[in-house]
């Protein structure tokens, strides 16, 4: 489903503030793959994400989602395959603008935008209907402007607008960082229930290692702009934290210092 | 100081406001939509009075004149918009540039003239000041009233449509528009279209309704429209939501501007110290909520 073939990105090559985010990555997900990324502090994994939305172009390698290379399309061509949740639940949700009409907006996600009217009766009923499931009573508040919104509620509105229009790969970056541990619980919790139900494609970045273990059926680690770690199947469902800082060490051939890992 | 000579004054005061309203309406779509802060209409609405001004004066109809006038200040937008997202540079800059640039184009479109007549006497003109105080049809606000109400309608329906609904969400947050799909740069510079269109065609009123077009017309208008977008908000803020309110809210802004310049002028203002005191009251007013933010701010949860 994302072919991520040898890419790489240095951002401002030839000045002072020079930085290589991602030296030579290599990923293929599969369809229904839902795959975790953790790594520590510039291990290139918010980088790879949105070298995969398209909000720069790499230097090397190409990018193909659903068999189409898209290495050369801009980020909003791009979007019409991509659902995406950011960490600040600001970046998702346009705030001046109410509830349903930030669905509305996301219903035309890849479609052409004329001159009809921006949201239909129909639509209202239906988001009415996707809301009511996110059970924190957005149902009603329909007309009122996402800014009204809590952090939570506004990542939970935006993770719901991200699969709307099913996406052939969701990408969520630490999209739980920003928020209180028990409401990140419940956004983690809806995000893998909504994946589930619509079998999609995902890539979740996290700081947290146990979240890392304990969703999705794959996990990579980062590290130094590189995948250097990579588990699935039967092998991810055993996997412990010990595993894991185990595997880190024998491929980045160093220590690991887990703090850093969990504060990034 | 007789309060006749400041009654007189005011029909035409509201008409102007009026004609300015308009510009404001098109200055609210780049500055409180798009967000984007856009200095070409100093040179824009020159544009729209030049062209229109020329056309009348070579015979063409007024209707047709005015039409040309949007057409033209749509295209001084797009210059400013490819400046801003074909050559990536500043949006504040590339209204400066294009704005600049005007100046020479309105020259050229004048015949190299600084200023051309344009005589009521002469030509069917659709608004004149000189029509101010008279009751009946051919009173300048009637008209202006009717081209404000027009205008609100046909930008409440942009706004609610799909495109219009893209564009609203390209200003409030870019990242988010693109992770939607919407290509922000297109937008924006559509934006800037309609804007300049707007005022050009503000232009080409204010033209008719003074009786000249001046190739310094649009000195400071920037400063002006952001005037009635402010008093606009300030007064009617609290109690007008809709959009459509919103945009009455900046013609009503426009009218009550003049309404006070032409008091202050009363009460024995030099005019040349105009445009100081309007720079001065916009600053204030454009300072006021950074002020509040960083002296009289209450502790607020951030959502």
């Keep these: 489903m994302l072919k991520i073939n040898h890419i790489a990105k240095t951002f401002n090559p030839g000045t002072i503030t020079e930085k290589t985010a991602l030296v030579d990555v290599q990923l293929h997900l599969l369809p229904g793959d839902f795959t975790t990324v953790i790594g520590g502090n510039g291990a290139g994994k918010s980088t790879m994400l949105n070298a995969v939305a398209g909000v720069f172009p790499v230097d090397k390698g190409t990018i193909e989602i659903g068999g189409v290379d898209v290495t050369n399309l801009p980020e909003f061509k791009r979007a019409q395959y991509l659902g995406r949740v950011f960490q600040d639940p600001m970046t998702g949700t346009a705030a001046t603008m109410n509830i349903e009409e930030n669905m509305a907006l996301a219903m035309r996600r890849g479609q052409h935008r004329g001159l009809k009217w921006g949201i239909s009766n129909m639509e209202r009923e239906m988001y009415r209907e996707q809301l009511r499931k996110l059970d924190l009573g957005l149902e009603d508040r329909m007309a009122s402007k996402v800014g009204l919104l809590s952090g939570g509620q506004r990542q939970a509105l935006t993770l719901l607008m991200a699969t709307l229009r099913t996406p052939k790969l969701l990408l969520l970056d630490e999209h739980t960082a920003a928020l209180d541990p028990k409401t990140a619980a419940k956004v983690l919790e809806l995000s893998d229930k909504i994946i589930r139900e619509q079998k999609l494609t995902a890539l979740m970045i996290t700081h947290n290692m146990q979240d890392a273990i304990d969703y999705g059926n794959r996990l990579i680690m980062m590290h130094e702009g590189r995948v250097v770690v990579d588990v699935a199947g039967e092998e991810k469902k055993k996997l412990t934290r010990a595993d894991l800082m185990g595997l880190f060490e024998k491929a980045a051939g160093q220590q690991l210092n887990s703090d850093k890992l969990l504060l990034s | 100081m007789e309060i006749v000579k400041l009654f007189n004054a005011m029909p035409g005061a509201v008409a102007q406001g009026m004609i300015w309203g308009l510009m404001a309406i098109g200055l609210y779509i780049t500055y409180r939509i798009l967000e984007v802060s856009d200095l070409t209409v100093d040179g824009s609405i020159a544009t729209g009075g030049a062209v229109a001004a020329m056309l009348i004066i070579n015979g063409w109809d007024v209707w047709a004149a005015l039409l040309a006038a949007f057409v033209v200040g749509m295209l001084a937008g797009l210059v400013t918009g490819l400046f801003h997202t ?159 309110l919103k945009l009455l809210a900046v013609a009503l802004g426009a009218i009550l501007y003049y309404l006070v310049i032409q008091v202050v002028l009363w009460l024995g203002l030099n005019t040349n110290d105009l445009k100081l005191l309007t720079a001065l009251v916009v600053a204030v007013f454009l300072a006021t909520p950074h002020w509040r933010a960083k002296y009289f701010s209450k502790k607020k949860g951030g959502a």
């Design chain 2, 86 to 244: 074909f050559c990536g540079i500043p949006a504040i800059l590339s209204g400066i540039l294009t704005q600049l640039a005007l100046y020479s184009v309105n020259l050229r479109i004048m015949g190299n003239k600084a200023n051309v007549a344009l005589s009521v006497n002469k030509y069917g003109l659709l608004v004149t000041s000189r029509n101010s105080r008279v009751l009946g049809l051919q009173n300048p606000i009637v008209i202006l009233v009717l081209f404000t109400a027009a205008l609100i309608l046909v930008l409440y329906w942009f706004f609610g449509t799909e495109l219009g609904c893209s564009l609203r969400a390209t200003g409030a947050n870019r990242a988010m528009a693109r992770a939607q799909g919407i290509n922000t740069s297109t937008n924006t510079v559509l934006g800037l279209m309609l804007s300049n269109g707007i005022v050009a065609l503000s232009g080409a009123l204010l033209a008719q309704f003074q009786g000249f077009a001046d190739v310094g017309m649009g000195r400071g208008a920037i400063v002006i429209g952001l005037a009635a977008v402010i008093i606009g908000e300030v007064v009617f803020g609290k109690i007008f939501r809709n959009f459509g």
